[in-house]
């Protein structure tokens, strides 16, 4: 007599917030180092306006950084603990979002400084919009791919 055993394989997709913040990240501790090296090649240059973009991107970088591996410690804090993830989703979104509002704000003092001084501030403007296009770029990227994802992969 044959034995027929039926084997039914469930494929479930589910939005993971925490493993999404740990590679954005990676993303942003990228991005900081990115920044950090080009910002020290930059000072080294001869003109006003490249060493204060240099400046800028050197501090940003270095921030940035911070920012990511403060974000990792957080989160293996939280791997420890018990937490209410679907608090730190919409904490996430929030941020995110409150975020993008804030890097607009530093684009438009950094087109200030860029449009109104002199090579030394134009080079801090230059750096300034380039680093809240980018942060602006990555908190809202990541602010629509958190909520979208979250809606349509619920647990």
Do not use: P
């Not at 469930?10 to 950090?36: C, P, Q, R």
């Not at 240059?45 to 403060?70: D, F, H, V």
């Not at 003092?109 to 403007?125: C, F, P, Q, R, V």
């Amino acid at each position: 007599m044959k034995r027929i055993v039926k084997v039914t394989i469930e494929n479930k997709t589910v939005y993971d917030v925490m493993t999404h913040t740990d590679f954005a990240s990676n993303i942003l501790l990228s991005w900081g180092i990115i920044s950090t090296g080009t910002g020290i090649l930059l000072m080294n240059g001869n003109e006003r306006m490249t060493k204060s973009l240099g400046i800028q991107n050197t501090i940003w970088g270095a921030a940035e950084i911070g920012a990511a591996m403060w974000v990792k410690g957080l989160i293996e804090g939280k791997k420890e603990s018990e937490f209410d993830k679907e608090k730190f989703k919409q904490k996430f979104q929030e941020i995110l979002g409150f975020k993008f509002f804030i890097d607009l704000g530093i684009i438009g003092i950094g087109s200030a400084m860029y449009m109104l001084g002199n090579d030394e501030i134009k080079g801090h403007g230059a750096g300034i919009i380039i680093q809240g296009f980018s942060l602006s770029v990555f908190d809202g990227i990541n602010f629509l791919v958190s909520k979208n994802l979250s809606e349509r992969f619920k647990e």
